[in-house]
Nanobody
Framework: VQLQASGGGLVQAGGSLRLSCAASGRTFSSYAMAWFRQAPGKEREFVAVIRRYGSTYYADSVKGRFTISRDNAKNTVYLQMNSLKPEDTAVYYC?????????????????WGQGTLVTVSS
């Protein structure tokens, strides 16, 4: 699976952005898809995951503000980000996992996109 993330940019605090991650390959629907992010000087952290049948899980820091979704017909996963805060500034990565268990562990994800930068100004 090859992943291509897009949609990042500069936005003011309180604003919204929608990230997209387009996947190649015919088996997209069989993968759990997740978003991670890495802020400057910090380790990569889990943001959200959506499993193959649509169940979702979020990091506490984004719960209620971000929504992950997928369109298996378009081989695409989305991250709708609302009420953005300066602390959401990071490079956002999409990732795919074939693990049957819901996981927030980045090492369980074998496929990664190139990252898209989100900058939230105060």
């Amino acid at each position: 699976v090859q992943l291509q993330a897009s949609g990042g940019g500069l936005v003011q605090a309180g604003g919204s952005l929608r990230l997209s991650c387009a996947a190649s390959g015919r088996t997209f629907s069989s993968y759990a898809m997740a978003w991670f992010r890495q802020a400057p000087g910090k380790e990569r952290e889990f943001v959200a995951v959506i499993r193959r049948y649509g169940s979702t899980y979020y990091a506490d820091s984004v719960k209620g503000r971000f929504t992950i979704s997928r369109d298996n017909a378009k081989n695409t996963v989305y991250l709708q980000m609302n009420s953005l805060k300066p602390e959401d500034t990071a490079v956002y990565y999409c990732a795919a996992s074939s693990s049957p268990v819901l996981t927030t562990n980045q090492y369980e994800y074998g496929y990664w996109g190139q990252g898209t930068l989100v900058t939230v100004s105060s």
